[in-house]
């Protein structure tokens, strides 16, 4: 202990008065600790605002949407008038109506309003059909024989000038050989629409083509695909119709992919095209260009088919167009040659065009085509 008189030691010094540098420094952090929390309270709420009113943008400008694309037809009512009536009142009661909590209130019961309205919307199988889909196919299982009703066989002159015909078919599906995969591409390589043929032992394929059922004076676009704007419908069809309609006369790239399904995988896949079909037929669903497309309605039919491999969503089938990389990393179609190869000789457009109306147009498409052996 010090004596009196004695000078005090630095420690002591320090544990009993702080030095002057070091309260100037505590004095200093005490006043920037509430700027820096108010600084970041002022950012959180500077995020918060901006992500609401992006939450609030995306919801008005998707009920405008729905309004707008709710009916296409020519006839179908000043739908112009009520889209852009539905966005004023969304941007009215968001930006004038105060308080401001009363105007979000009323914006989030109109929304809902459209919401509920839009779900409520039925689809149905009685309205005014363009001919390519007038007719619903109707599919009989009966042990080994499948009998489909209304099998598309049209005489194309051109993609709008044809002479339709609808045939009755029946098929041995003891004599079912193969499933083949096809891609149809238009426009960008990340989107392609998907079909399906499936091949007999007597030479003959059906295809199957998962379509929008569009109404007379419709047209199909991605955006409308999102609205309930068109209903599903599972096309069966003769591949001079369903191939040769969109290499010879609309111009698009087909691409027919020899799968490595068993005939017992075939059948099961085919025979759940059957039973949906008919299900369809009977109960109408609508096409949504995402959650129910011809890409991810094969998947939900394999993911029911026990002999399948089951198969989780993922980009490459919501970009269908690159469905046919991802069947061949799983080693469902060719892999005797690097992919870029396959695609390039499963492009059947130059064939398809040779064939034209020939009775042998399935076999002459697939003439050269590499046959991979089929899986056991």
């Not at 009989?140 to 002159?157: H, I």
Request: some cysteine; charged content about 20%.
């Amino acid at each position: 202990m010090s004596q009196p008189g004695e000078p005090t030691s630095p420690e002591g010094a320090a544990g009993a008065t702080p030095a002057p540098a070091a309260a100037a420094a505590q004095t200093a952090a005490a006043r920037r600790s509430p700027l820096l929390l108010r600084c970041a309270a002022r950012a959180g709420r500077c995020v918060g605002i901006g992500l609401l009113a992006l939450l609030l943008s995306g919801m008005a400008a998707w009920a405008t949407l729905a309004v707008y694309y709710a009916d296409t037809r020519p006839d179908a009512g000043p739908r112009r008038i009520a889209a852009a009536l539905v966005a004023l009142a969304c941007a009215a009661l968001l930006v004038f109506v105060r308080p401001r909590r009363l105007g979000l209130a009323c914006f989030v019961l109109l929304f809902g309003a459209v919401l509920a309205w839009f779900f409520l919307r039925q689809p149905s199988n009685d309205r005014d059909w363009e001919v390519e889909v007038s007719r619903a196919p109707q599919a009989t299982l009966d042990g080994d024989r499948l009998v489909v009703r209304n099998v598309r066989n049209f005489d194309y002159r051109s993609e709008t000038d044809f002479t339709p015909h609808w045939d009755d078919r029946s098929y041995d599906l003891a004599t079912l050989r193969s499933a083949d995969f096809m891609l149809v591409y238009w426009g960008s390589k990340a989107i392609a629409h998907a079909m399906v043929s499936f091949g007999f032992a007597d030479g003959r394929y059906l295809a199957i083509s998962i379509e929008t059922r569009k109404e007379k004076g419709e047209s199909y676009s991605t955006v409308q695909g999102f609205f309930r704007q068109f209903e599903l419908i599972y096309v069966f069809a003769d591949e001079r119709d369903v191939v040769r309609l969109r290499t010879n006369y609309r111009i698009e790239d087909v691409y027919l992919y020899r799968s490595t399904f068993s005939p017992a995988e075939a059948r099961a896949l085919l025979t759940s095209y059957a039973r949906r079909a008919d299900e369809l037929r009977l109960r109408p669903q609508f096409y949504n260009a995402l959650t129910s497309n011809c890409a991810t309605n094969v998947l939900d039919l394999a993911q029911e088919s026990p002999s399948l491999t089951r198969q989780g969503m993922n980009w490459e089938i919501l970009l269908s167009g690159y469905a046919a990389r991802r069947a061949y990393r799983n080693g469902r179609i060719d892999t005797s040659l690097p992919f870029d190869q396959l695609q390039a000789r499963s492009r059947v457009n130059d064939a398809a065009h040779a064939a034209d109306r020939s009775p042998d147009f399935s076999r002459i498409i697939r003439a050269g085509l590499p046959m991979p052996p089929a899986s056991q």
